[in-house]
């Protein structure tokens, strides 16, 4: 009896991971998390589907090994995306800091995506209860967007109410680390001395966000914007691999 609940548990979030992945690879761009959503359905619909043949085939030899490293690697996974879930929470502030990093995401032709809009309405929210905070939009031209991030960020921020005045483009950044580098050296040149900021990127990004900006020099507190619930799988599968990788070369 339990191992048929089992299966069948299996099968059915099988099924939601393999409609959540085609789901996002359809209406956004395609990305590791969205392929990592898929193969991960499609294990688990197959040990829900094959579940007795599936048991028969690793029940001894150099397969038992293999079955047993990837339930290791299974695992692995779900404890990074606890972990990551509990970092989620962002930072306390006295929004008296001195300027706010946006963080770029995809932008759909000259769109934002909805990751990157969520990104944006907080800054909105932090740039109106701080109105003196200097606000540094970071995110260069990526594959299928044809303006840069910082450009589509600007776009929004000002029909959403922010004067053009406030806002300085950063435009050069392809990865996190980047973002904070030459953020980083626009602040330094503006300031010329002590200053304060906060950065804005999604909630399931503040725990590696937070580590790269202080491996780049710039220490800042994080704020995170909320994560669209057919995201939530695909983002959480990426960005637990990413912070792997920010581990083992600390970028």
Same mark, same amino acid.
């Not at 995201?231 to 637990?240: A, C, D, I, Q, T």
């Given at each position: 009896m339990g191992k048929g609940i089992l299966a069948k548990a299996s099968l059915a979030a099988g099924i939601l991971l393999l409609l959540d992945g085609l789901y996002v690879a359809i209406t956004t761009n395609l990305n590791m998390g969205t392929a990592l959503t898929? =193969? =991960?359905? =499609?294990? #688990?619909? =197959?040990?829900?589907?094959?579940? @007795?043949k599936i048991a028969a085939l690793t029940a001894k030899g150099f397969i038992r090994i293999v079955?047993?490293?990837?339930? !290791?690697?299974?695992?692995?996974? #779900?404890?990074?995306?606890?972990? #990551?879930? !509990?970092?989620a929470r962002g930072d306390s502030m006295d929004y008296k800091e001195d300027a706010v990093i946006v963080l770029g995401a995809a932008v759909h032709g000259d769109q934002a995506s909805r990751t990157l809009s969520h990104r944006l309405d907080q800054a909105v929210q932090y740039a109106e209860k701080n109105p003196r905070a200097m606000i540094v939009v970071s995110g260069g031209r990526g594959p299928q967007e044809?303006?840069?991030e910082a450009s589509a960020m600007e776009r929004y921020l000002m029909d959403k109410g922010i004067s053009k005045q406030r806002i300085v483009k950063e435009e050069r950044a392809t990865s996190t680390y980047e973002n904070f580098k030459f &953020?980083? @050296?626009?602040?330094?040149?503006?300031?010329?001395?002590?200053?304060?900021?906060?950065?804005?990127? &999604?909630?399931?990004?503040?725990y590696?966000?937070?580590s790269i900006g202080a491996a780049a020099g710039l220490e800042a507190k994080g704020?995170?914007?909320?994560?669209?619930?057919?995201?939530?799988?695909?983002?959480?599968?990426? @960005?637990?691999?990413?912070?792997v990788k920010f581990w083992m070369i600390k970028r």
């Open positions: 898929l =193969a =991960a359905g =499609a294990l #688990l619909t =197959a040990c829900g589907i094959w579940r @007795e079955k047993y490293a990837v339930l !290791a690697g299974v695992l692995f996974l #779900l404890g990074m995306i606890l972990f #990551l879930a !509990a970092a044809e303006v840069t &953020s980083r @050296e626009i602040l330094d040149k503006h300031f010329k001395g002590a200053y304060t900021c906060v950065f804005v990127t &999604s909630d399931f990004h503040l590696r966000a937070r704020l995170g914007a909320k994560t669209d619930w057919y995201n939530l799988p695909p983002s959480y599968l990426r @960005e637990s691999l990413a912070v």
